[in-house]
Structures are given as structure tokens and as C-alpha cells.
Nanobody, 121 residues
Framework: QVQLVESGGGLVQAGGSPRLSCAAS????????MGWYRQAPGKQRELVATITSGGMTNYADSVKGRFTISRDNAKKMEYLQMNSLKPEDTGVYYCNADVERRYALEARLYWGQGTQVTVSS
């Protein structure tokens, strides 16, 4: 089994700079792409940022220049540094990872349980 666990959310003032972390564990041979998504109340889940195993990144226009995604392959960790937070950044943030498990033939996408980020104005 593979688990992804997010941490670092909470109540933050507008303009704040929290960092989210996502730890992957389990029977993992290799982690390919990783990403962060978020879901605001009453809205669909949306892409925030992705990062390849080689470090190439992609961001939603709404967070470009404010958020930075990174990863530590040795530690099987993924991070999202969020700067200049706005109230519209409020939502549940989910990490995901495309994981090749040991003894499995194909990679599979896993999701964390989500961490709430609430930005107060």
C-alpha cells in the first residue's frame, strides 16, 4: 500500500506564507509526477502546481509568482511554499503522486486526505 499525508495547513492571515508538506510512504519503487490540487467550498477541485521527477514545474495562472512547488526524492516528500496568500486561496489542499509500487506492473495515481487552508482577510 501507498499513503500520502499532507501537513502544514491551518488558519492564515492574508499575506501569510505557510508551507505545505506531503509525505509518501509504503511499498514504493519510484515516484513520477507529483502535484498539489485544491478545492474551495462549492467548487470543483483544481490544479495548483505539478512537478516531474526531474524537477520541471507547472503552475496554475492564479498562483504563478506566489507559490513554489518542490520535492525531495530521497525523502519521498513534496512541498508547496505559499506566499502572499489571498482569501481566494482558501480551500482543502490535496497532494497527489504517480507511484510505481514494488512488484507492480503499472504506475498508479494516489491522493492524500487533504489539509485545510483558510485565509482570513
Amino acid at each position: 500500500q501507498v499513503q500520502l499525508v499532507e501537513s502544514g495547513g491551518g488558519l492564515v492571515q492574508a499575506g501569510g506564507s505557510p508551507r505545505l508538506s506531503c509525505a509518501a510512504s509504503g511499498s514504493i519503487r519510484r515516484i513520477n509526477d507529483m502535484g498539489w490540487y485544491r478545492q474551495a467550498p462549492g467548487k470543483q477541485r483544481e490544479l495548483v502546481a505539478t512537478i516531474t521527477s526531474g524537477g520541471m514545474t507547472n503552475y496554475a495562472d492564479s498562483v504563478k509568482g506566489r507559490f513554489t512547488i518542490s520535492r525531495d526524492n530521497a525523502k519521498k516528500m513534496e512541498y508547496l511554499q505559499m506566499n502572499s496568500l489571498k482569501p481566494e486561496d482558501t480551500g482543502v489542499y490535496y497532494c497527489n503522486a504517480d507511484v510505481e509500487r514494488r512488484y507492480a506492473l503499472e504506475a498508479r495515481l494516489y491522493w492524500g486526505q487533504g489539509t485545510q487552508v483558510t485565509v482570513s482577510s
